[in-house]
């Protein structure tokens, strides 16, 4: 199945630190959603990105949709403990959807 | 409100044999779609079923079916199966599907082929 690459795969950060992931695609997109799965858990929704150039705020967390619809970030700034999990993009076409390959975030106290 | 309930969570078939996994989505909710989890191939979307219409489907064999009844419940078989088939089977329910707006997941049914 199409998949995207999600950067970096894996991340270790000392609790404080900020963290991105990256979610690109080759396609212009319809819109991007993002999701997190906590560890042996299933992915529970955190935010719908639609506009070109979009940015929305969760608390510690930023989202940004690209100025050409293809690419997309997520920021958590001060990472804490409970933002342990994976993170994935999930992106509409129009016509397919597919999920990034996710960014495992590890926080060590 | 209870949440998107999938059973059975835990399954071990045999090669050859085929399996029935069951989801009950979130009350109101008309769209159900199915998602095969894997550490190699990650999040796959199987198909998605609205108001007992198969409305997309992803690429996967045929060996891989669903339904969807009146009551907006939702199965998916897979037949033949395959070693390759183990996996965590998800499935998520929005009011209106189509990929515009929050999908609520399941717990996931895990499947072993042995």
């Known amino acids: 199945g199409q998949q995207v690459m999600q950067i970096p795969q894996y991340q270790h950060v000392q609790e404080g630190e900020d963290f991105t992931t990256y979610c690109n695609s080759s396609?212009?997109?319809?819109?991007i959603q993002w999701y997190k799965q906590r560890p042996g858990g299933h992915p529970v929704f955190l935010i719908q990105?639609?506009?070109?150039?979009e940015v929305k705020k969760q608390k510690r967390l930023t989202f940004q949709f690209g100025e050409a619809k293809k690419n997309s970030s997520l920021h958590i700034t001060a990472t804490q403990t409970t933002d342990v999990g994976t993170y994935f993009c999930?992106?509409?076409?129009?016509?397919?959807?597919?999920f990034g390959t996710g960014t495992s975030l590890t926080v060590i106290p | 409100k209870a949440g998107v309930t999938q059973t059975p969570r835990y399954l071990i078939k045999t090669r050859g044999q085929q399996v029935t996994l069951s989801c009950s989505p979130i009350?109101?909710?008309?769209?159900v779609s199915w998602y095969q989890q894997t550490p190699g191939q990650g999040l796959q979307f199987l198909f998605e079923?609205?108001?007992?219409?198969?409305?997309n489907k992803g690429n996967f064999p045929g060996r891989f079916s669903g339904r969807q009844f009146s009551n907006s419940r939702s199965e998916m078989n897979v037949s033949t199966l395959e070693l390759g088939d183990s996996a965590l089977y998800l499935c998520a329910s929005s009011p209106a599907g189509g990929w515009n707006t929050e999908a609520f997941f399941g717990q996931g049914t895990r499947l072993t082929v042995v």
């Open positions: 079923y609205f108001s007992e219409t198969q409305r």
């Open positions: 396609t212009t997109l319809s819109n």
């Open positions: 009350s109101g909710h008309r769209s």
């Open positions: 990105l639609v506009k070109s150039g």
């Open positions: 999930a992106l509409n076409t129009g016509n397919q959807f597919y």
